[in-house]
Structures are given as structure tokens and as C-alpha cells.
């Protein structure tokens, strides 16, 4: 192909795909708003395609459903909680201060109003989803992955078992507090920590002083 089609042939697409990515973008945050607007209930594709300003044909171009795009909103949050982790974690030398770190940082979702509200409504929608077993086993597992990283480094006997365990206490803490609307204070995810590492038989190096 000529160069200078070629290269107006990729501006269009590039332009293509700019729109395209505004579109889902703003598909994700109508969802998010229409999931915590009607939390418990069910949102409706109606209400959350208004919210967005686009049209079913546009919706359908990009999910195959409301279950996808439920699932799209999980892996989306998802993400971002991950890229925050793997940065706090980043920070620590010591493999058991980096569990705390993720420990800590998963916890961290109760404890802003805005994320806790989203994350109920995600969460509370996510379980009536035919694919809510796919949601936990892919969507989460870099969060898992990293967690599992640390663990390795610790030196366990059974790092994938401590790893589901530690991950079903947090998520298990997690739900809790979403369920009964309130948030845990800094001595409650301190022992949710102290708990894990315990059974891990681990212990956090005290940092040293400069």
C-alpha cells in the first residue's frame, strides 16, 4: 500500500478507536452511576444507556449483554485496585510487609465512600451474573497473582493455599463490611493482617530507621 494512504488509512482507524474507547468509557461510568442509583435492584440497560447518551445499536456493538457489562464495570475496578497495589507493594523490601501492604490496600475499598458505594452495587449485581464463578477465578487473579508473589517470597510451605486462604479472609472482611454498610478502623484491618501473617507463621521486619 502507498505510504500516504497507508498512513491516512491509520489516522482513520486511530480515530476510530479514539471514539470507540470514549464510547465504552462512558457506557462503564453510566453503569457505575445507574448501579449505585438503584442498588439493590437490578439496573436496567435502558437507564444506563440514557445515562450515557448513546443508543442500544451502540451498547450492542461492544457487549453482548448486561451480565458482560457488569463484567467489564468488575474487571475495570479491578484493575485500578491492582495497579494501586502493585505500587504500595513495590515500596516494601520485606515479603510480609508487602502481604500487609496488599492486605491493607484491598481493605482500603470500604474505606472511601464513593468506592464503597460502587463496589456494593458491582458486588451485589456481580452474584446474579450466570458468570459470577468466571468473575472470581479470572477478573480477580492479578490481584491474586500478586498476592501470590509475595507469599512465594515468604517462603511458605504451600504458598497457593496460604494465598487462597489469605485471599478468601480479606475478600471475606471485605463483603462483610459492604454488607453492613460501615467501615473498618485502622486497629481492625491491623488485626486482619497480624491474623494472616500469624497463620503464614510470619512476622514483618520492623523498618529501619535513617
Same mark, same amino acid.
Request: aromatic share 4%.
Given at each position: 500500500?502507498?505510504?500516504?494512504v497507508a498512513a ?7 480515530e476510530r478507536?479514539r471514539?470507540?474507547t ?12 445507574? @448501579?449505585?442509583?438503584? $442498588?439493590p435492584?437490578a439496573p436496567r !440497560?435502558?437507564?444506563?444507556?440514557a445515562e ?5 445499536? $451502540?451498547f &450492542?456493538?461492544?457487549f ?8 467489564a ?9 491492582t495497579?494501586y @497495589?502493585?505500587?504500595?507493594m513495590s515500596?516494601?523490601d520485606?515479603? $510480609?510487609?508487602r502481604?500487609?501492604r496488599?492486605i491493607?490496600?484491598?481493605?482500603a475499598?470500604?474505606?472511601e465512600p464513593?468506592?464503597t +458505594?460502587?463496589?456494593?452495587?458491582v458486588?451485589a449485581?456481580l452474584a446474579?451474573?450466570?458468570e459470577? +464463578?468466571v468473575? #472470581?477465578?479470572? !477478573?480477580?487473579?492479578p490481584?491474586? #497473582?500478586?498476592?501470590?508473589?509475595? !507469599?512465594?517470597?515468604?517462603?511458605t ?7 487462597? $486462604?489469605? &485471599? ?5 472482611? @471485605?463483603?462483610y ?14 488485626h486482619?493482617?497480624s ?6 507463621g510470619?512476622? +514483618?521486619? +520492623?523498618?529501619?530507621?535513617?
Open positions: 500500500m502507498n505510504t500516504r491516512a488509512v491509520g489516522r482513520a482507524l486511530d478507536q471514539e470507540a470514549e464510547e465504552v468509557e462512558r457506557i462503564l461510568a453510566a453503569a457505575v452511576t445507574v @448501579l449505585e442509583r438503584v $442498588a435492584a !440497560i435502558s437507564d444506563i444507556l450515557a447518551g448513546t443508543s442500544n445499536k $451502540a &450492542y456493538r461492544y453482548s449483554g448486561k451480565d458482560d457489562l457488569i463484567l464495570v468488575m474487571e475495570r475496578g479491578v484493575g485500578m485496585v495497579s @497495589l502493585d505500587h504500595m515500596k516494601e520485606d515479603p $510480609a510487609r502481604v500487609a496488599w491493607e490496600g484491598a481493605l475499598q470500604v474505606g464513593r468506592l +458505594r460502587a463496589s456494593r452495587a458486588v449485581q446474579a451474573t450466570a459470577a +464463578r468473575a #472470581d477465578e479470572e !477478573i480477580t487473579r490481584m491474586r #497473582d500478586l498476592l501470590f508473589a509475595a !507469599i512465594s517470597d515468604l517462603g510451605g504451600d504458598p497457593r493455599r496460604d494465598t487462597d $486462604a489469605v &485471599y478468601a479472609t480479606v475478600f471475606g472482611t @471485605l463483603r463490611y459492604l454488607a453492613v454498610d460501615t467501615q473498618p478502623g485502622p486497629e481492625d484491618i491491623e486482619v493482617v491474623f494472616c501473617l500469624k497463620g503464614m510470619a512476622t +514483618r521486619r +520492623r523498618r529501619k530507621s535513617h
